[in-house]
């Protein structure tokens, strides 16, 4: 029988691994580049209203609001492409890939959010958390629709190029399962 939704068994190894790693390294360098302390001599409170802090960013202006927008929004994006690359599924609902993707990237959001209030100079920020959860799913809103597609329509039109399909044995039967004849109960 074989697995619905899969590419060839070296290019899903390929694609799994290559994914995983570079989640690994991304989470890495995201967590070092979050929880390292700060030396400054003045620290803002933390922002726990939703909203906020966006708010006093665009009321500074355009100019003045894409840089720390923009910083929240890629700091994370790159887990919507590389979550669904280390799954390595093709056939998968695009709703329940988004909403997956979405939930792991807002934990770990979450996350490092919680890990910063026990880094000096560093403070919880709502704000923060929405933003790179928006850009978690505007990565994979805009990458990984497109390329399953890609990769689906390269594995049907040519499956010698995808290496060898995927084959999925169901547990082979090995016969009855052995039971223990049962024993008497002493008096």
């Known amino acids: ?18 994914g995983g790693v570079l989640l690994v390294a991304h989470v ?4 070092w580049l979050m929880l390292r302390p700060l030396d400054v001599p003045w620290v803002m409170p933390p922002n ?16 003045g609001a894409v840089r720390p927008l923009g910083e929240g929004l890629a ?33 770990i959001s979450l996350g490092i959010a919680l890990l ?19 850009g978690v799913v505007l990565a994979h809103l805009a990458v990984v629709p497109a390329g399953r597609a890609w990769l689906r329509r390269r594995a049907a039109e040519d499956p010698g190029a995808a290496g060898q399909a995927v ?9 009855r399962t052995p039971t223990i004849p049962r024993v008497g109960i002493a008096p």
């Open 1 to 18: 029988m074989q697995r619905q939704g899969s590419i060839g068994g070296n290019a899903a190894i390929r694609i799994r691994v290559t």
């Open 28 to 31: 890495a360098l995201v967590a």
């Open 48 to 63: 726990l209203r939703p909203l906020a802090g966006i708010r006093a960013d665009l009321a500074l202006g355009w100019p």
């Open 75 to 107: 700091l994370l994006a790159p887990l919507g492409v590389l979550l669904p690359a280390a799954h390595g599924r093709l056939a998968v609902s695009p709703l329940a890939s988004l909403i997956r993707t979405a939930a792991a990237g807002a934990l």
């Open 116 to 134: 910063q209030t026990g880094v000096p100079g560093r403070v919880v920020d709502v704000d923060s958390l929405l933003l790179n959860t928006a």
């Open 167 to 175: 084959t999925v044995q169901e547990e082979l039967s090995q016969g």
